[in-house]
């Protein structure tokens, strides 16, 4: 489980401070399906990287499953993305000098897997997202369909609990964008304490989850069920 | 290291290398300048400290030029002529009698000792007849009494002149061992000779300076008059000598005249000369090394500002900040590494081509293992601030930026 209490992300500049996010509280229980939606700027993606561990809150607690990780080393940060999170970014993120199956395998080399395993489990990673048979090609010869199924492999293939995407339909249109939030919704349902985060501008994305959270200047001002927080 | 790792470690650089070849191209040229500068420069200057060309016990910054006359018809010395074969003074009057004098000088303490200069002679030095010896330019000095020479430079051979008296020749002549005295052979290229006359001076005790030798009858011969070319110690007075010399020569003839010292001071300026273009190369060298350093901070600096995205992401997936150092260091040690290679590949041909025909010594393996030193040291340094650039920030931030 996830736990926010009264987290702030505050951003210095020589002699100015821009709040990013905060206070925010709350809790998202395993298996849930989280939509994250607001304006551009509203903290959105600030908010995915603090329960992602890829910012550090200035102040507050960040609880996951009851153990306070507000104030780990950026080495412990690292161990528990490595094996507990995986990533969907906007831009796909994949790293041009590796082959599709080098890009999926990253996370288990960090995880210390043997060449072997990590092709396999590579493999059915690359399978479950539909592109069997690519892991030799590079990012860039696919198509931002492919790429971004590409990162799905990648965040999925170390079985992580907790899903995090960021706006993963934004460069994509809109009927490769609904096939890749059914994908995600699939592999949320595999697996019944998986966490599933999404921010999304796209409403029709939000409808389809457990739970939206509405964000404006750094706050979440609604919290609840879709259908009651989108009819708002 | 994870096998894993590496081959992602590699991947990535060279990724980075198609982005920025030419980036990369003349950074590693700069290092590879920077490696065969130093390798050079230390070598020199380690040499100028060694050096058998003009480094002589006694800081010799002037030095003076004593012309002794036999009196007419005799020859104190033959002079050296091109034929082989060795050629002793014949017995006469006045024989040896600036050597004798000269000694007795040096005995009484009045001057530090001296010694005859065959310039820019290429010698081969074979002390024993079996072994090949090596040509190089040099010019020797011969010292008085027995002289054991011992091979090498080290501190050991050092302490061994220092206990038991002699001569430490530099690695040049360090295929040799053995003693040289007075009437021994030393064997010069072409194939000529020369014996040594006379060893005069009597310095011993621990210089770390090596003393060199020159065959006794390396001197001019014009006019049937004998000049003996006399260096003294810097600060020695012409006059006080002069009158010395005349003094000591009229006890063994009367027709003998010493004629008014000059100054002299080219030997001596030549000995400075050669030290200090040494410790100037080694500046230059130092320089080059400095300059191609600073130019490697700022293309590092950039290499990692361009590979952020890919270490950000790298921590995103869960690299850990001991796991991206790895990253950085191994791309600069990778670079490093194949500029010290090409570095020395050049230094070896450099030498190989142009310095060996010269008579410039080899390069050292002070210089070697020197400029490894240098340019370990400063892979460190430039990697442990590349390794902070790389960490200090938070990777949601590195992600959004550079997206």
Redesign the interface.
Known sequence: MIGLFGVIRDYHARDTTARGLGPVSLEIPAGQAVAVVGASGAGK??LL?TI?L???PTSGVYRLDGIDVSGLS??RR??I???RMG?V???Y?L????TVS?NV?????????S?SR?REAARLALDKVGLSGKGRLRAWQLSGGEQQRVAIA?AVV?KPQIMLCDEPTGNLDSSTGQLIIKLLLDIHGESPNRILVVVTHNVGVARQLDRVLVMRDGLVMQDGIPQEVLAQ | MNPGIAIDIWAGFRGQLRRDFWGVALLWLGLSVATAALTFGFSMAESSYKCIVGLLPGDLDRLYCVTAFERPGTLALEAMGPAPGCLSPAPGDGEYFALSMLSDMVDRKEMDGFFFVARGKTVEVMLDGADSGRELNAELVVYHGYAPVYAGDTAQVLAKVSEKGGVAVNWALSCHGGGVGTDDMVRVSPGSTFSIMAMVGSRTGYDPRPRVMIPARAFPYETGASEVTVYISGGASVHRLTASLSEAAAKVSNSVSVQAARGEDAYGRQIKQARTSSLITAGVAAVIAAVAYANAGIFTTLWVSERLRGLALRRAVGATPGTIAIYVMSDLTIIALSSLVAGYVAVWAIWALWFRTNGVPMVTWIGLVGTSLVMLLGTVILGAVQCRLANKTEPALLLRRTV
């Open positions: 993606s600030t990287s992602g890829l910012d550090s950026e080495k690292s161990v993305r490595r094996d990533f970014f906007q831009r993120n790293l041009d000098e590796l080098q395998e990253l996370p288990l080399i960090y995880q210390g897997c060449s990590r990648r170390g």
